[in-house]
């Protein structure tokens, strides 16, 4: 015997035993100890599911004694007595784990009837139908969660019952079509478990009792968990509760509703309520309820109550809250309280109501939002009321909602979009060359790749819409045609997707476009005022840098230069200077870069006006910008089967596959690329170079501010570091000569490898700051190919958790994060003051960012649309880690 208490009366809970008691046993303790009115019960504690689980599914002889105590208490205090043939205890038996997971678990009411206690509840009441109704319901939940006998078998009986009668609605039937259903329904289930329903209530308990906890691990739950990312181990605790009718007439009823609108944050209750029903009802379907600002006529005094409870409720826990309620034969109880779910919209309305009414103080309102819910503001959405033709779903890739026309081709896709057509670009999966197309399009559908693939990465950048990994797509690029089973679309047709929830949708679907409220500018400026992290954008042209900056960013903390190079015009000239034989040549084809490189640099310094700018030079191998080798091979051979086809045409195809095959690369994540490339060919990084510069000098001359910071990629050594420092000044010493401009900048690199972290205090002496490369760190520390990995095993991985997170999304902080400390910690060793920040998609991410400011990083770096959640993020770090404060969801 441990004599560990496992079993708690409401009035021995408190709402800060969470943890042990579950979200809903907690509330129903406090609600108990401040006297409001909640039926009296117990809490079967979390800590007696896991003894259930570690006891391979068994109740333990301990645990039911003390379920034995506490039902004597309730008999005790309800007047009532379990099995009782003349005044049965009837009660509830519900989950309640420590996190709220609506419609998760499962629930059991009306337990301790049979056959006797039936009659007796008939006796009781004098009202035969409500009895008989009861017993049903009962008989119905309690065959579909304990013994397993779908919902659906009884719903059909039921049917069946209305049918013989002539009538449409359950209140419609008599006490003699109730006993006639719970005949049928006892029969069902003796044909479909071979047993009989059970007639003992404290057999019928301990079934309940181990249903609920079994269902912990039911399916759906075990979803939501993943979704919501709780964590398993946490296990559910039981509530029983003495039963209250809101189907014993017109003087009873049922509802549930929130203390504001869970939709808008307008403080007004809001909710439904249903006239002779139990609970079950309300959102059954079964009956269309009332909105629960009727009840202020149908029953007046239970409302001025309900109105009175609720403002109370919410002064109690600080924030809005989600009330379950019943009304018996005039009288109110609340049978449970919980922080309501809510909208983003909604969240952030009422975190800074609360603050303005001074229920909550601004770091409690910081901490209420989940950053995450950000992104759904600040992108178009769907139409709440739209209807939903919905055909498959992918990897939520990039939040937001769009509709337009079926192109696979980018250059159809920028065609069409220049002629004012919006396009839905779909493809297998997108690559570099792409990039005209992706911008071109109002979202982004692909079938394979991952959250963090290429399609995924580009459109969060670009704020666009996109669904990756959508593998019930068959999509024929020849044929210009997309197979979801039978289903058949073709180009042109009209598709809509929503980035938020991975949906694919056939037709138009209305969207609603982002409205920044005054609240929401409001939260975010106190953000700003708690934060010490800066948050930076990563942006590659002056739209994406004016984007960044409306949304607060505080500098570009990476300008990929090799996007500049992926304009359809610029294609051509690129191709030339890798094509090029020569020195000459390659040299020529460069002059032609540099003033277009110039020109984009210049209007990103404009938007910028004088923030940081940390430009990478040229990361890809070079054969990113030469036409795929396969699909090169499929033309050439069919041009040398045609006779009629252009030989100097054909010759310089030719040329150009044996350039491909030549740079060609087995592995190009670990291949010639970075800095690599201004080794072997450092006058592409002069050009680069001196593009940066001579931009920077004409906002100088005009008297604009701008601070660039030129960036190395992919440096492993000290020495490729030393060597393309010393190329950067020989640049800037020739531009400063000839433009007579002194231009303040600095060097520094791009820590992508492991070596890098590890011998940052020999780098850290030619750099002027770092700029952790989380993507690539993740992938050179792990060995994954971040693709390959998404697509073949890294999802098995997660579920089976063998990996807690994907280390693409979340930081990795025990591997990466780790590499990142000593890269920090070595650094500064030799540069005190050495500028660190992030610049993968970690920068985005709230646990990554958590951990950028435990790390001492000076910034983050993210998508444009993501600067928001970062300095959200940013702040609730400061006030996580300064009090240790728990958000209470």
Not at 190 to 195: E, Q
Not at 574 to 584: D, G, R, S
Not at 791 to 809: A, M, R, T, V
Request: glycine residues 8%.
């Amino acid at each position: 015997m441990t004599n560990k208490k496992m079993v708690y009366l409401f009035r021995e809970g408190r709402a800060d035993m969470r943890k042990l008691l579950g979200g809903k046993g907690a509330n129903l303790a406090e609600m108990t100890n401040v006297n409001l009115p909640v039926p009296p019960g117990f809490t079967i504690s979390t800590e007696a599911c896991k003894d259930f689980y570690d006891s391979r599914e068994s109740l333990s002889t301990e645990l039911m004694e003390q379920v034995g105590s506490a039902i004597k208490q309730l008999e005790k205090e309800s007047g009532k007595v379990l099995g009782d043939v003349k005044n049965p205890l009837l009660v509830s038996v519900r989950s309640g784990s420590v996190f709220s997971m609506p419609g998760m678990m499962d629930t059991i009411l009306n337990l301790g009837l049979n056959d006797q206690t039936t009659e007796g509840l008939k006796e009781l009441t004098q009202n035969p139908r409500f009895a008989y109704d009861c017993y049903r319901r009962f008989i119905q939940m309690f065959g579909d969660v304990v013994l397993g006998v779908d919902h659906y078998h009884f719903e059909m009986i039921i049917n069946q019952c209305k049918e013989n009668k002539g009538v449409s609605q359950d209140t419609e039937l008599t006490a003699e079509d109730w006993k006639w259903v719970i005949k049928e329904f006892k029969r069902l289930i003796a044909k479909r478990t071979d047993t009989e329903f059970p007639q003992d209530p404290n057999m019928q308990l301990k079934q309940a009792i181990t249903a609920v906890f079994k269902s912990w691990n039911n399916q759906r739950a075990k979803i939501y968990r993943k979704i919501h990312q709780i964590p398993d181990d946490l296990g559910t605790a039981v509530n029983i509760q003495l039963m209250v009718f809101g189907n014993m007439g017109n003087d009873s009823g049922t509802g549930v509703a929130f203390t504001r609108n869970p939709s808008t944050g307008e403080n007004e209750l809001y909710g439904e309520f249903l006239i002779n029903a139990q609970g079950e009802d309300v959102v059954a379907g079964v009956r269309t309820p009332q909105e629960i600002h009727q009840l202020r006529l149908e029953m007046p005094e239970i409302y001025k109550q309900f109105q009175e409870i609720s403002e109370q409720l919410e002064q109690h826990y600080k924030d809005m809250q989600d009330i379950e309620f019943t009304v018996e034969r005039g009288r109110l109880y609340i049978l449970q309280t919980r922080a309501g779910k809510r909208t983003a919209q909604a969240a952030v309305k009422i975190a800074v109501s609360l603050v303005r009414e001074g229920i909550i103080d601004q770091h409690q309102a910081l901490l209420r939002i989940d950053p995450d819910q950000l992104d759904q503001m600040l992108h178009r959405r769907l139409d709440p009321e739209a209807q939903l033709d919905v055909i498959a779903k992918g990897l939520p890739a990039s939040p937001g909602a769009a509709s337009g026309q079926i192109v696979f081709d980018a250059d159809d896709a920028e065609k069409k979009a220049n002629h004012g057509e919006a396009v839905i670009l779909v493809r297998p999966e997108t690559t570099p060359e792409d990039i005209h197309g992706i911008l071109a399009a109002q979202g982004i559908l692909t079938s394979r790749g991952g959250m963090t693939s290429h399609a995924a990465v580009v459109a969060r950048g670009m704020g666009k819409a996109c669904v990756c990994g959508c593998e019930q797509l068959k999509i024929d690029l020849r044929q210009k045609e997309v197979y979801v089973g039978d289903l058949k679309l073709s180009e042109g047709d009209l598709l809509s997707i929503d980035g938020s929830t991975g949906k694919v949708m056939k037709g138009e679907v209305p969207l609603i476009d982002p409205e920044l409220s005054d609240e929401f500018k409001e939260l975010l400026s106190w953000a700003d005022e708690v934060r010490t992290l800066q948050v930076r954008a990563n942006a590659d042209n002056p739209n994406d840098s004016s984007k960044a900056r409306e949304l607060g960013a505080e500098g570009i903390g990476l300008c990929r230069t090799e996007h500049m190079f992926m304009e359809p015009t610029r294609i051509p000239i690129v191709q030339q200077m890798i094509l090029a034989e020569t020195l000459e040549e390659r040299t020529e084809a460069l002059q032609k870069l540099l003033p277009v490189q110039q020109n984009d640099f210049k209007e990103i310094f404009d938007v910028m006006a004088g923030l940081p700018v940390n430009i990478r030079l040229l990361d890809p191998p070079l054969h990113e910008f030469l036409p795929n080798m396969e699909e090169l091979l499929v033309e050439i051979t069919k041009m040398q089967m045609d006779p009629q086809a252009d030989h100097r045409e054909l010759l310089r195809k030719e040329a150009l596959l044996r350039k491909v095959r030549s740079l060609h690369e087995f592995n190009p994540m670990l291949g010639h690329r970075g800095c690599r490339l201004g080794m072997i060919y450092p006058e592409i990084y002069e050009m680069q170079v001196e593009a940066i510069l001579l931009a920077a000098t004409e906002c100088v001359q005009k008297g604009s501010p701008v601070e660039p910071e030129i960036m190395i990629p992919l440096v492993g050594h000290v020495n490729e570091l030393k060597q393309m420092r010393a190329l950067v000044f020989q640049v800037a010493e020739r531009v400063q000569k000839q433009t007579g401009v002194t231009v303040s900048f600095t060097v520094g690199t791009m820590i992508e490898v492991p070596r890098a972290a590890l011998t940052a205090q020999e780098i850290a002496n030619e750099a002027d700051f770092f700029s952790f490369g989380t993507n690539d760190l993740t992938q050179t520390t792990f060995g994954y190919s971040r693709d390959d990995a998404e697509g073949k095993f890294l999802h098995s991985y997660i579920d089976q958790k063998i990996l807690p997170e994907n280390p693409f999304i979340v930081m990795d902080q025990e591997g990466v994060g780790e590499l990142v400390r000593i890269g920090v910690e070595r650094g500064r060793k030799t540069k005190p003051n050495l500028k660190t920040g992030i610049c993968g998609e970690h920068g985005g991410e709230k646990r990554s960012i958590q951990f950028c400011h435990e790390a001492g990083l000076n910034y983050v770096s993210c998508s444009p649309f993501r600067v928001p959640l970062a300095r959200l993020s940013a702040a609730q770090a400061v006030i996580r880690s300064s009090k240790d404060e728990e958000i209470d969801r």
